[in-house]
C-alpha cells in the first residue's frame, strides 16, 4: 500500500511540473546557432509576430486527408531569406506582447482544453495585395510541416506535443523561395478527430519584416493589412 501511494504522489507530481512547464515559453531561436564557451545557442528572431487563437469542432477550413485543417493566412510583405513557424495549446498564461488576437479566443482564453499541434506552412500564388480577395482560387506550395518538438515546452499532460519548424529560402527554386506574397498556416491534430483548444502561434524571421498580417480569414487578413 505504501509503494502505491508513493507511486500515486509521484504521478500527481509529474502532472503537475508538466502543467507548470506548458507555460514557459523560450525566446524563438533561429536555424543560426551561435557557441558560447561550452554551449551552443540558436540566436533568436529579430522579427516575431503572434497570433492568439481558438479552434473548435465544426470550424475547421477543410477535411485533408481525413483530418480537419484550419488555416491562419500570413501576409508576408518582402522577401525573406528564412520563416520560423511555432505553436503552442493550449495558451494558459503564457504572456505576448502585441499579439493578435483571432477569433473566439477572448471568449475562450480561460479554457483548458487543448490539442496535439501539428502544423504546416504553404506559400501561395499571389503575391500582390490586390490578389488576396481573389484567393480562394489561389495555387498553393507546400514548404514544412511538424509535428512534436523537443524544443516546445509540453503540453499539460506532460507529452511533448507542440510544434516548430524552420524554413530556409530555396533561391534556386521559384516555388520554394520565400517572396513577398500571401502564405498559409495550417494546423490540425496529429491523430484524426475534433481539435478544440487555445493557441499560440508564431512567426518568426531573422531579418525585420515590417507590415506581417495574420488572420484565420482572408477578409480579416485585409483589415490587419490596413492597421
Known sequence: MKLFK?????????????????????AFGSSIEKKVGPVTKRIPYTDVVSYLGHASPGTETEIKDGKKFYYIYLWVPTVAPELGVRMMSPVGKTKTKNAILGTGFEDNKSSKDYFDTYITLER????????????????????AKNDDSSEMPKQPSGRGYNSLLRYQSKKS?????????????????????????????????PVKLPGVAMSNTLEGLLEQMKK
Open 6 to 26: 508513493n507511486v500515486s504522489l509521484l504521478a500527481v507530481f509529474a502532472i503537475a511540473i508538466g502543467t507548470a512547464n506548458a507555460q514557459k515559453l523560450k
Open 124 to 143: 501561395s500564388s499571389v503575391i500582390s495585395e490586390s490578389g488576396i480577395a481573389k484567393a480562394g482560387n489561389a495555387k498553393w506550395f507546400a514548404l
Open 173 to 205: 527554386d521559384p516555388l520554394k523561395a520565400l517572396t513577398r506574397g500571401l502564405y498559409r498556416i495550417g494546423f490540425t491534430s496529429y491523430k484524426k478527430g475534433e481539435v478544440n483548444g487555445t493557441f499560440l502561434a508564431q512567426v518568426g524571421s
